[in-house]
């Protein structure tokens, strides 16, 4: 692996470790950009719009609906016009207005700037039509974004042709995620897969996102071809997306295997069922609660934002359009309670919407299908024959089954590939007990010492000694291993260091070989090194709140 390729794999893991999310970077430092650059046009303005401020607890998390890229764009667009045209220049004031509107849909609302006036800059009306149709893809209005993008794609004097012919297939694909309609949902993917089937970017600059935009679709659309490719392409240097191949990959993984071992969690407790004749027959009995009074609130449209308001006296739950600002949820939020609201409750209405507004971009991000929580345990025989038709693949899922038929198993793939992974993974499930064992320490002491797999190999190899009383063998090649040093990390010298204090054969010998260093430190749950956790610590700190040092430091 290259540099970046070993960064995204230890992000990777370290989020698997503290059990957090793959987030990619935010939107704080961008749009903290984009602010800086609008400063520096001559804005005739007290202060800038409200959504520039950030939230009293920091960050700009009400813009759920626009990417760092949006204001990463915005903000070089703008730093190209001021330094063509400059900071007082009519054109450039009116453009920052019109981005200001273009950004207000992020948080929910539906302003579309006006058309550029007749006689302007053709920079401004070719930016301006842009504009106007990244506004219409912001406040969701799909089909006109989709038209609008278009038509600039075929605009060949137009500076945002490339940009709009591929945001036409990201509109698409933003209208399949968001629809909860199945058919439709497909039916839009299927649209955009087809629309970047033909996409070329010339400048190179979507070459990477368009190829992420067609996994996204195959992931979704076609999940077993999908990890099928994935195992293929990450096995290959030099991947530009290997840090979103590797997340679909594994979460395709999980996906599959939650889906084996709950089929055989039903297929168990039908045949279960099928033989009780106490269970069948028993019926089931329970009815359903009455429905509420018919003058419950309902949605008109799938879309439509549940708001559930509280007072005093208890509460009341509204529906209001999906593209509603905060006006109208507070309308529609008295027409319900037949009163004005007071300050408090509107800030609660706004909260409300912007809250239910932002669940349907963080929602429908995810897409994570895996994690079984039931009793079965995966093994070979269960596992389909599209996910054994790769190595890499096949080997995942078999490194972690635990178990007699998983070494029989992956015995059986070293005796046909000969390869050091499949020793390693055989070595990894065999005891003294195993079938076949001398052959497979015979090819363990034929293994390379530079293969990447050997201080695994070595390591079960020790156990195994052990195990069967080859002593005198065993402590020899963990002496081997720990006169590595740190060119062995600690880990691994700790576990070889726990596999000689099974053989201390003095007090001295026990004395020495049971002492171990940390290779992590655990705070608050994150498992890291104590630099990686201080500094970490430090970014939490907001020097406009009095606050004490962390705990420990």
């Not at 520096?40 to 950030?54: C, L």
């Not at 903000?75 to 920052?96: F, K, M, Q, Y």
């Not at 529609?332 to 669940?359: C, F, H, I, M, N």
């Amino acid at each position: 692996m290259n540099t970046p390729e070993q960064q995204a794999i230890v992000s990777i893991w370290k989020a698997e470790i503290d059990n957090k999310d793959f987030p990619d970077d935010t939107v704080d430092e961008a749009v903290k950009l984009w602010v800086a650059q609008r400063k520096k046009v001559e804005m005739k303005e007290e202060k800038p719009p409200e959504i520039y401020t950030e939230r009293s607890y920091g960050g700009y998390d009400f813009f759920p609906n626009c990417t760092k890229n949006a204001f990463e764009t915005a903000a070089e667009t703008l730093s190209d016009r001021v330094s063509s045209h400059g900071p007082s220049d009519a054109g450039v004031i009116n453009w920052v207005t019109a981005q200001d509107q273009v950004f207000e849909n992020c948080a929910s609302g539906k302003r579309t700037p006006d058309e550029a006036n007749p006689g302007s800059p053709q920079w401004l009306q070719k930016d301006r039509a842009y504009q106007r149709a990244a506004a219409e893809f912001y406040s969701l209005d799909f089909e006109s974004a989709k038209k609008h993008f278009a038509e600039i794609a075929q605009d060949t004097e137009s500076p945002w042709a490339e940009t709009a012919d591929y945001l036409v297939a990201r509109t698409l694909i933003r209208q399949a995620s968001l629809s909860k309609d199945a058919a439709k949902s497909g039916a839009f993917y299927d649209e955009a897969d087809a629309r970047l089937a033909k996409f070329v970017s010339r400048s190179g600059k979507f070459t990477a996102s368009a190829e992420r935009l067609a996994g996204l679709i195959a992931y979704r659309r076609r999940p077993k071809e999908r990890v099928s490719e994935l195992a293929k392409k990450l096995a290959f240097p030099a991947n530009e997306n290997f840090r979103q191949d590797l997340i679909d990959y594994t979460w395709l993984l999980d996906k599959f295997e939650t889906e084996v071992l709950a089929n055989e969690e039903k297929r168990k407790e039908a045949e279960r069922t099928k033989n009780d004749p106490v269970v069948n027959a028993t019926a089931n009995t329970e009815v359903e609660p009455e429905t509420r009074a018919a003058n419950k609130p309902t949605k008109k449209n799938e879309d439509d934002l549940e708001l559930s308001i509280y007072f005093d006296s208890g509460s009341i739950t509204v529906f209001v359009p999906v593209d509603a600002d905060d006006n109208v949820a507070i309308a529609a939020a008295e027409k319900a309670v037949g009163k004005a609201l007071t300050k408090e409750q509107k800030d609660q209405v706004r909260s409300l919407r912007q809250t239910a507004y932002s669940s349907r971009f963080t929602e429908q991000k995810s897409g994570y299908e895996g994690g079984y929580y039931g009793d079965e345990t995966l093994t070979p025989s269960l596992l389909p024959a599209f996910l054994k038709q790769d190595d890499l693949t096949d080997w995942l899922y078999t490194y972690q089954m635990p178990g007699s038929a998983a070494y029989l198993y992956s015995f059986e793939r070293f005796k046909a590939t000969a390869s050091d992974l499949w020793l390693m993974t055989a070595l990894s499930k065999a005891d003294k007990s195993s079938s076949e064992l001398p052959r497979l320490l015979e090819a363990a002491d034929r293994a390379s010492r530079s293969a990447p797999g050997y201080t695994t190999i070595a390591y079960h190899t020790a156990r195994i000694l052990i195990e069967t009383g080859k002593n005198a063998e065993a402590r020899k090649l963990i002496d081997e291993m720990l006169a590595q040093g740190d060119r062995l990390p600690i880990s691994a010298q700790n576990s070889f260091m726990t596999l000689r204090l099974k053989l201390a054969a003095t007090l001295e010998d026990f004395l020495k070989d049971s002492l171990q260093r940390p290779y992590a430190f655990d705070y608050s749950g994150d498992v890291s090194t104590v630099d990686e956790i201080i500094a970490e610590q430090k970014t939490y700190y907001d020097p406009g709140i009095q606050q004490g040092r962390p705990r420990g430091f």
